[in-house]
């Protein structure tokens, strides 16, 4: 079936390094991308969002990639800070239930090592 | 300015009573959605609403949950005679347009024993 997941469940990394974390997902009619960071005990934060007409996007600290060919969708925080421990999220807007709406997946922990 | 705000914090409740959960959104926003979300789990859209469209009630999982927004900003989750699986965090947003950006709650921490 449809769904939007991600390929590794937990990541752990030194403060300083890169991160990578990854989200594949199966609706190639679906047109736009979340992250979103979720600390304990906190709702979802929105990161940065991407559409489907691009391949790249760049925030603060933060870059989300998209390849649409292999349905697959990164994002890359640069210069990993212990404040960016959290629990990371995509989200991709499909049609479900007869209706659009956006998908979460389930999450990959990331947990920076000082 | 003020973010999407949910009341209770917390709620401990016996099985098979009934709980009611506030969500103010973000003034100005037309989109509300629940969701909710078990320990480690992802989130799991339960309904949203749209400015005075009927509210899309897909995601509900059984005729035990309704919600209702009233002059299109309070909204309340009501779930009957709650059950032990209904223990999750359940999560409120709301976005200017629909789907796209949400702005998340802290959520409601429910707890049926």
């Known amino acids: 079936g449809e769904s939007v997941g991600l390929h590794l469940p937990t990541l752990s990394v030194q403060e300083g390094d890169n991160s990578i974390i990854n989200c594949a997902y199966s609706?190639?009619?679906?047109?736009?991308f979340i992250w979103y960071k979720q600390e304990s005990g906190k709702g979802p934060q929105f990161i940065i969002d991407i559409r489907s007409n691009m391949d790249k996007r760049q925030g603060q600290r933060v870059t989300v990639l998209l390849n649409k060919t292999v349905k697959h969708l990164s994002l890359q925080i640069a210069a990993t800070q212990p404040g960016d421990s959290a629990v990371y999220f995509c989200a991709e807007r499909a049609y479900r239930g007869g209706s659009e709406k956006l998908v979460f997946g389930k999450g990959t922990k990331l947990t920076v090592n000082p | 300015g003020a973010g999407v705000s949910q009341s209770p914090s917390n709620k401990v409740t016996e099985k098979g009573k009934d709980v009611e959960l506030r969500c103010d959104p973000i003034s100005g926003h037309t989109a509300l959605y629940w969701y909710r979300q078990s320990l480690g789990q992802g989130l799991e859209f339960l309904i949203y609403?749209?400015?005075?469209?009927?509210?899309?009630k897909s995601g509900l999982p059984s005729d035990r949950f309704s919600a209702e927004r009233t002059g299109g900003s309070v909204s309340t989750l009501t779930i009957q005679r709650t059950q032990q699986e209904d223990s999750a965090v359940y999560l409120c947003?709301?976005?200017?347009?629909?789907?796209?950006?949400?702005?998340f709650g802290p959520g409601t921490r429910l707890t049926v024993t």
């Open positions: 609403f749209q400015g005075n469209s009927a509210p899309d």
């Open positions: 609706n190639s009619a679906s047109d736009y």
């Open positions: 947003a709301s976005s200017l347009r629909e789907n796209y950006e949400q702005y």
